[in-house]
């Protein structure tokens, strides 16, 4: 069974730093989409960042561009988000999720397997 295991959350001060991690079992990175979402109460989930499998190609969110960065250890079957210049806006629950398209999906719906999730807290 598929289990994807984040961590790496917590409370950060505005204009710091995060580093989140997901731990993925039973599948290797290069078949699947990895995807980081965020979801703050009342506001729909949103996809953040994306890595594709196959040529490891990369999507941001407009808000997160020249902050956030994507990356991948194959080795260790984990995918992080590494998180700068964090801002109030940032704070959410951030899902870490993965789906077997081959070109990046923007929709939750392109994704099929989902993290419990990991809080990000930002101070200001």
């Known amino acids: 069974q598929v289990q994807l295991i984040e961590s790496g959350g917590g409370l950060v001060q505005a204009g710091g730093s995060l580093r989140l991690s997901c731990t993925a079992s039973?599948?290797?990175?290069?078949?699947?989409?990895m995807g980081w979402f965020r979801q703050a109460p009342g506001k729909e989930r949103e996809l953040v960042a994306a890595l594709s499998g196959t040529v490891g190609s990369t999507y941001y969110t407009d808000s997160v561009k020249g902050r956030f960065t994507i990356s991948r250890e194959i080795a260790r079957n984990t995918v992080y988000l590494q998180m700068n210049s964090v801002k109030p806006e940032d704070a959410a629950v951030y899902y870490c999720a993965a789906g077997p398209q081959l070109r990046i999906g923007i929709q939750v719906n392109d994704y099929t397997y989902w993290g419990q999730g990991t809080q990000v807290t930002v101070s200001s």
């Open positions: 039973e599948f290797t990175f290069r078949t699947y989409t």
